[in-house]
């Protein structure tokens, strides 16, 4: 099992920048795939961006795609997302994930998971 605490997220108006962090413990963060999700209210869990173990392949949502980046730094245990250009329909809230096998697009796939944290876009 890994520990992941997620932080970074905030009240940012349309066209802004936020970069969140994903902490991890307990664990190597090289030992897993990783990704990041989002929960809009009375929506369900939805792929946001993923990265393999060598942080070589990246995907992402077509929602996202230009905006986004994901990235992890293994050495200090910390998965990142840069968000540019953020638009109010990204508002949610923002869980980072880890998985032993694989970089799935389904969240129910994912072994551990962080409290998430919140990012609201203002229009």
């Known amino acids: 099992q890994v520990q992941l605490v997620e932080s970074g997220g905030g009240l940012v108006q349309a066209g802004g920048s936020l970069r969140l962090s994903c902490a991890a413990s307990g664990r190597m963060l090289s030992t897993y795939a990783m990704g990041w999700f989002r929960q809009a209210p009375g929506k369900e869990r939805e792929f946001v961006a993923t990265?393999?173990?060598?942080?070589?392949?990246?995907s992402y949502a077509d929602s996202v795609k230009g905006r986004f980046t994901i990235s992890r730094d293994n050495d200090k245990n910390t998965l990142y997302l840069q968000m540019n250009s953020l638009k109010p329909e990204d508002t949610a809230v923002y869980y980072c994930?880890?998985?032993?096998?694989?970089?799935?697009?389904?969240?129910?796939?994912?072994?551990?998971w962080g409290q998430g944290t919140q990012v609201t876009v203002s229009s």
């Open positions: 994930a880890a998985s032993t096998w694989y970089t799935y697009t389904d969240y129910r796939k994912y072994d551990d």
């Open positions: 990265i393999t173990w060598s942080g070589s392949n990246t």
